[in-house]
């Protein structure tokens, strides 16, 4: 079955303590991006990928590191997580190509305390 | 920045009635696609319909179609014979420079109620 994996689905932790959210896709996209999703204000670009080893900001960057070592994985990295990071995050992935959707994962639920 | 405004935080409708959501976006392309995503309390996003720029004909997906405005940079969503699994947060977006799908500019979303 074609889909996006992240993991893990909920998570609680604390300040300061480092963290990783993996996202893994089984369809050979190019494009890999993190999303956050909070009340009120949509979904925001964190970062995104066009292949491996190639990685820009998207719109809200700070506080976060992404890398992506292999076409199928993008984890997205905490080193210092604080409260104002509690969010909903989406990982996606998409062909490279015209009009082609963004296939989401889950969603990991990321509370800081 | 460029933008997309999603002007109804909320929606209701009843039951086999037609709603309509409403978006607007700004942007300096000429060619570009526009998307509406759906996601219901289970979080998933799915895509309900895209309509890529260059198309005048308006995109159809069975209950669902849109009403494309480029010079007024509208995209709204027209929902018929509402059904209650239509009920979920709606969010239009942008795709990216290169057409694709890599840099998503989402509004805020609008919450569409479907009452039986």
């Known amino acids: 079955e074609a889909q996006v994996t992240q993991n893990p689905r909920y998570l609680i932790t604390v300040t300061g303590k480092k963290l990783t959210v993996t996202c893994s896709q089984n369809?050979?996209?190019?494009?890999m991006s993190w999303y956050r999703q909070d009340p009120g204000l949509g979904l925001r670009q964190i970062y995104y990928?066009?292949?491996?080893?190639?990685?820009d900001k998207g719109d809200v960057p700070e506080g976060y590191k992404v890398s992506r070592k292999e076409k199928r994985n993008f984890p997205l990295i905490l080193e210092s997580p604080s409260p104002n990071q509690t969010s909903l995050y989406f990982c996606?992935?998409?062909?490279?190509?015209?009009?082609?959707?963004?296939?989401f994962g889950q969603g990991t639920r990321l509370t800081v305390v | 920045a460029q933008t997309v405004t999603q002007s109804q935080p909320e929606m209701s409708v009843q039951e086999a009635e037609t709603v309509t959501l409403s978006c607007t976006y700004d942007?300096?392309?000429?060619?570009?696609?526009l998307f509406w995503y759906k996601q219901p309390p289970s979080r998933q996003m799915i895509l309900v319909i895209r309509?890529?720029?260059?198309?005048?004909q308006n995109a159809t997906e069975n209950r669902f179609s849109v009403n494309f405005q480029k010079a007024a940079k509208s995209f709204s969503l027209k929902i018929s014979d509402s059904q209650l699994g239509d009920a979920a947060m709606y969010f239009c977006?942008?795709?990216?420079?290169?057409?694709?799908?890599?840099?998503?500019?989402f509004g805020k979303g609008t919450k569409l109620t479907v009452n039986p």
């Open positions: 309509q890529e720029a260059y198309k005048q």
């Open positions: 942007t300096s392309e000429s060619d570009y696609y």
């Open positions: 996606a992935s998409s062909l490279f190509s015209r009009g082609t959707e963004a296939f």
């Open positions: 990928s066009m292949n491996v080893e190639v990685t």
């Open positions: 977006a942008r795709g990216g420079r290169q057409g694709g799908s890599e840099k998503l500019v």
């Open positions: 369809m050979n996209h190019e494009y």
